[in-house]
DNA sequence: ACTAAATCCTACCATGCAAATAGGATTTGT
DNA sequence: ACAAATCCTATTTGCATGGTAGGATTTAGT
């Protein structure tokens, strides 16, 4: 049940841009001194948010990379999402499979909706809280948010 | 983010013995045919529920298992955290290192609240379910008990 | 054109842990 | 004594995490 080096990471570098200067191209080098991360590791980790456009980067002398939306406009499950794969608890409600795939008695099992609870739970919380309000200490959120379709949870 | 295998089957196995009639102790093979899991594997896992009392087990001939409590008296967070060790979604949230030991900068870390209330969330959902709501496909929580201190999440 | 600073790319390795298997020792009711 | 069961301790296997390495490519400034 723990989020892998992967996520944390991003999830960190995000906050450090967010903090920058807007439109300042940051070097990776600078990130990772700062953050206390292995360069060559986080910059493996990179692409993937290059390639869906969380990040811009610019190669050459005095490169880097920058936030490419505004801080508010991320939220912390997007990216965790993107680098951790699936926020699922357990394969068989993963999105991904169509929910199947993993196990073929999903009806049966009596345990299914417990994990399927489990991950609405966390995706609604970490997709209402954004990069700008991990920067501003913000986490509390408002139980409309978590619970809008009305139903408990 | 993944429960392991260890917490699903320690699960599944808990909401199979609490259908069966109640008192009566079941074989191992029983349990792993009917669940389609290896023997071997969790007869490895048990003892961890055996050690925290969670079940009652007797030897030799006609022996079993049986749930030492009433169903109604085990919450979900409880049985997993006996056999995942924890719930914390990081490291540095883990009540067993007090909060720290993982990192030594959690103070100024701005993403350590995210896991810590994330772990918080994760745990009154699980805890505000027990087996006998398993069984009896009750997964919906009111909000007071997950927002008991009334401080929005 | 040259150089330095940076990103980009691909491969490799090491460690740990999950998951399962194996083989027997022990207990117990009949 | 026997059979059915739990108990105990190793061992194995596979894979994902976490990290390293080396170089190719791009770019700004001189």
């Known amino acids: 049940m723990k989020v892998s080096t992967r996520g944390r990471?991003?999830?960190?570098?995000?906050?450090?841009?967010?903090?920058a200067p807007k439109d300042e191209f940051i070097s990776l080098s600078?990130?990772?001194?700062?953050?206390g991360?292995?360069?060559?590791?986080?910059?493996q980790i990179i692409p993937f948010l290059v390639r869906k456009k969380f990040l811009s980067a610019?190669?050459?002398?005095?490169?880097?990379?920058?936030?490419?939306?505004?801080?508010?406009a991320y939220s912390v499950g997007e990216v965790l999402r993107?680098?951790?794969?699936?926020?699922?608890?357990?394969?068989?409600?993963?999105?991904h499979c169509g929910g199947r795939a993993a196990c073929d008695h999903c009806d049966e099992c009596p345990t299914h909706p417990v994990w399927r609870?489990?991950?609405e739970i966390v995706s609604r919380y970490l997709d209402a809280i954004t990069i700008q309000?991990?920067?501003?200490?913000?986490f509390d959120v408002d139980q409309e948010i978590l619970f809008e379709d009305g139903s408990g949870i």
Chains 1, 2 share one sequence.
């Open 37 to 43: 991360i292995s360069k060559k590791y986080l910059e």
């Open 117 to 119: 609870k489990l991950s």
């Open 9 to 19: 990471y991003a999830l960190r570098m995000m906050v450090y841009l967010a903090k």
């Open 82 to 95: 993107c680098t951790e794969g699936t926020l699922a608890p357990v394969k068989c409600v993963d999105a």
């Open 30 to 35: 600078e990130i990772c001194e700062s953050e």
């Open 133 to 138: 309000d991990v920067v501003d200490g913000k």
């Open 58 to 72: 610019t190669r050459g002398f005095r490169g880097g990379y920058r936030l490419a939306r505004d801080p508010s």
